[in-house]
């Protein structure tokens, strides 16, 4: 199995590193020719706007949303998140990928000097909470009805979700020493790379 990791900007080494550390091959990727043979996309955290024109720029938009589609597991974290978001329309070159049913607002914590840790109960990763790691975080404002909400902040507002394959958080998973969300993630990564290679055995 191989996890490509979008490599335009941000947190793209730290989540190589969480994928290499449970055993798993991942890729940099920057040009759509590199989408081949990929199980599973991270979009890392960073800034929403330069990994969305970049996006745009190296024409890495069309085949991400082809491979959303077919149901290939994505990860986005904070900026990731952003980027996998229906609005924060600024000019059609920021335009996001709108895979996923949910509306964000940037920067809904505050700037970079009130980053925050609180524990977060995901109930999806055991009973231990999960170290939030919030940095300029977004907010989901709206989400639609096929999102589930993996995990709540102060209870009741929304920081992780998954809509079927398509998991995103509003915090950092590879900036923490914690390593559940990202084995969460692979697990879905390999359920979904042995249903495909059964279903292509069957046809
Ligand atoms: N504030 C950033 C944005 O809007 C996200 C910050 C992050 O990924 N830590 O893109």
Do not use: W
């Amino acid at each position: 199995m191989k996890i490509g990791v979008l490599s335009l900007q941000g947190t793209f080494i730290e989540h190589i590193n969480s994928v290499n550390k449970l055993g798993i091959e991942a890729v940099e990727i920057r040009l759509p020719e590199q989408l081949s043979n990929i199980n599973g996309i991270i979009i890392p955290g960073g800034e929403s706007t330069t990994i969305t024109y970049l996006m745009h720029y190296y024409g890495l938009v069309h085949p991400l949303k082809i491979l959303a589609k077919q149901g290939i597991p994505f990860l986005g974290t904070c900026a990731g998140m952003i980027c996998m978001a229906c609005n924060n329309h600024i000019s059609a070159a920021f335009e996001p990928l709108n895979i996923m049913d949910i509306k964000i607002m940037r920067n809904a914590f505050g700037r970079q000097r009130s980053s925050f840790e609180e524990p977060l109960e995901i109930p999806a990763l055991g009973d231990q909470p999960f170290p939030g790691l919030f940095i300029r975080g977004p907010r989901i404002v709206n989400a639609g009805k096929r999102v589930k909400i993996l995990a709540c902040l102060n209870g009741n507002m929304p920081v992780a979700v998954r809509q079927g394959n398509l998991i995103a958080t509003a915090f950092h998973p590879e900036l923490v020493k914690d390593l559940r969300l990202h084995e969460y993630y692979l697990e879905i990564c390999l359920l979904k790379q042995s249903t495909t290679k059964t279903h292509k055995q069957l046809t």
